[in-house]
């Protein structure tokens, strides 16, 4: 009696039944991916607003400990005045990028105009307090507001606070 060789390979079918499982799985995953990418904004949101808590808290020892103070007059314009906040930062740590939010989509990825000169955006907005030491300390106010909740299924905007905690800030959303 002669033995037969095992077959090499697989056949047809069991191609198929591995192809089917993997399309199943991949169809029960896909939605998944999306709450992942949310809840890595999120926490990339969180560290950028921990990353400007460290350069106010650095810039301030180095100035007396006294909050980094607008110009008088102001700004009209709002690249200029984000372009003005990242310049007093950025020795402290705070790089450009750390100014956007990953979830938000309106500025998300820009960084040139048409003409190559650099654009400034924030999704953050800092508090203005007055030139008085310690002023920044005084009260329980946030020291920086994320623009808009960007991140889905949190209710409002993130708020850094002196104590470098970050708080859920109250929904701007009608009831």
Request: hydrophobic residues 35%.
């Amino acid at each position: 009696m002669r033995k037969r060789p095992a077959p090499h390979g697989y056949t047809l079918i069991e191609m198929l039944i591995v192809i089917a499982i993997v399309a199943l799985l991949a169809t029960i995953s896909f939605p998944v991916f999306g709450q992942f990418r949310n809840m890595a904004g999120y926490a990339a949101c969180i560290s950028n607003m921990r990353i400007m808590h460290v350069g106010f808290n650095t810039y301030m020892q180095d100035h007396e400990m006294v909050w980094p103070q607008l110009p008088e007059e102001g700004y009209d314009d709002e690249e200029r005045e984000w372009k003005w906040w990242y310049e007093k930062l950025k020795d402290y740590g705070v790089a450009k990028t750390n100014w956007v939010c990953p979830s938000d989509d309106t500025h998300r990825g820009e960084a040139n105009d048409d003409s190559g000169e650099e654009i400034y955006t924030s999704s953050y907005v800092p508090t203005t307090f007055d030139d008085s030491p310690s002023t920044a300390f005084r009260w329980n106010q946030p020291w920086v507001l994320e623009r808009g909740g960007f991140h889905k299924k949190r209710q409002g905007p993130n708020m850094l606070m002196p104590d470098g905690t970050i708080q859920q800030g109250p929904s701007m959303m009608a009831p």
